[in-house]
């Protein structure tokens, strides 16, 4: 079973940044889409950020500006910057990659508080 390993969540204050890490073991991500979800606690998971096998990328409005995904090819890994975060970027992230089936990870907290 594919499967997907997130890391890099944790507390920081507001303006701090953290980055989330995804990794596999059974899926080359390269050659799939992946993405970054979040979801608060009462609301919908919700796309934060995404990038394609070309490397396009899309945001969300809400990150824009502040979140950067990336991979690395050699290390089978997504990545999500985060910068100048916010309160209302308090969430667990979850990993996502489209390959044939999706593919979540378990997720990580993120809180952002002071």
């Known amino acids: 079973q594919a499967q997907l390993v997130e890391s890099g969540g944790g507390s920081v204050q507001p303006g701090g940044s953290l980055r989330l890490s995804c990794t596999s073991s059974?899926?080359?991500?390269?050659?799939?889409?992946a993405a970054w979800y979040r979801q608060a606690p009462g609301k919908e998971r919700e796309l934060v950020a995404g990038?394609?096998?070309?490397?396009?990328?899309r945001y969300a409005d809400s990150v824009k500006g502040r979140f950067t995904i990336s991979r690395d090819i050699a290390k089978n890994t997504v990545y999500l910057q985060m910068n100048s975060l916010k309160s209302e970027d308090t969430a667990v992230y979850y990993c996502n990659v489209k390959a044939g089936y999706s593919y979540w990870g378990q997720g990580t907290q993120v809180t952002v508080t002071s």
């Open positions: 990038i394609t096998p070309g490397t396009d990328t």
């Open positions: 059974t899926i080359i991500i390269q050659r799939n889409t």
